[in-house]
């Protein structure tokens, strides 16, 4: 059996161009100014104040955050919103009262309505014929072209004419 063949040093070439160079680290970033007015999440109406726990706490200074590279530029960020206003309660307003006419024309059509059915279930006639006025009902009946179809009068007067055939 062979001996393996010695090692030979070889030259370090350098790496190909699809693997990353080591660099040196990022410089740290530059802290930021304190801030001249208050935090827009400060204390609003809209929300409760926070419990006692948290209130007794001491204030924690925030972490200095370097700006993102594909961020845009202070000046051209849109502002973050953090709360909304609250939203604001009215009354649904009052219905307007109708108007007269429409109060009598439905009064009228519920008085007509009631005369109707009282006329088709003839409660009418028995109500002329207790007061005496039997004979005013069939005259105004008469007037208004007889016994309306399928009415209590109607169906008598159908009854009686067939009486009145002569029978086979």
Known sequence: ????????????????????????PPPPP??????SAAAPFAFSRSF???PVSVRSAPPIAPSPIAPSPIAPPASLAQPILTSV???????????????????????????LGLLVALQRNGAL?????SAGQGAAYSGLEAALGGPAFGTPRAVDALVGSTRALPQR
């Open 30 to 35: 530059v802290p930021l100014p304190p801030p």
């Open 48 to 50: 409760a104040p926070p």
């Open 85 to 111: 206003p609250p939203l604001t309660f009215s009354p649904p307003p009052l219905r307007a009262r109708p108007s007269r006419l429409e109060s009598l024309l439905i009064g009228l059509a519920a008085l």
């Open 125 to 129: 006639a028995a109500l002329f014929a």
């Open 1 to 24: 059996s062979a001996p393996p063949p010695p090692s030979v040093p070889r030259a370090s070439a350098p790496p190909p161009p699809s693997v990353p160079r080591a660099s040196a």
